[in-house]
Every structure is written in C-alpha cells, then in structure tokens.
C-alpha cells in the first residue's frame, strides 16, 4: 500500500487529504501514477486535469514526473506553489 497525501486546491477537489491506495503493476513513474488517479472517478479527474503544472513528491523529495516512483511509501500531489 501506498500513502497517497493531497494537497491545497488537489485536495480539494478530489475532496480527501490522504488515501492509502495499492498501485497496479503498471504505474512505474510519477505520469503513470498521475494517469492511474484520473481513471478512479470524476473527482480524481477534475483535480488532475492539467496534470503538466501537478506537483509530486516521494517521500518529501521532489520528483518530476518521468520519475521512477519506486517504493516510495508516501506521495504528496500538490499544484504549483509560488513563494518569495
């Protein structure tokens, strides 16, 4: 099982904070997981429609999204923050 963990408006709309979710065998990299999640219902979707300005990280760590997930035990989905 994996802690998948929403974040600001992905929370929002998928309307959960976290779920722990068994990812198929399929889902290698952070696209694959990210094109996983909009297959599970229409919430999921919305909140990942433009899924190039989505955010992940594995394990607190950044990742693009050609990224092998790997064990990752916790991943965090989030969009774009700004800072200053």
Do not use: C
Not at 4 to 9: M, T
């Amino acid at each position: 099982m994996t802690r998948l963990v929403y974040f600001a408006w992905v929370r929002e709309r998928i309307g959960k904070s976290e779920e722990d979710i068994a990812l198929p065998s399929s889902v290698v990299t952070v696209a694959d997981l990210l094109g996983h999640l909009k297959t599970l219902g229409e919430e999921y979707e919305t909140a990942l429609q433009y899924e190039n300005v989505i955010r992940v990280a594995l394990d607190q760590e950044h990742a693009e999204h050609d990224e092998p997930i790997g064990n990752a035990r916790e991943i965090g989905i989030f969009p774009p923050m700004t800072g200053g």
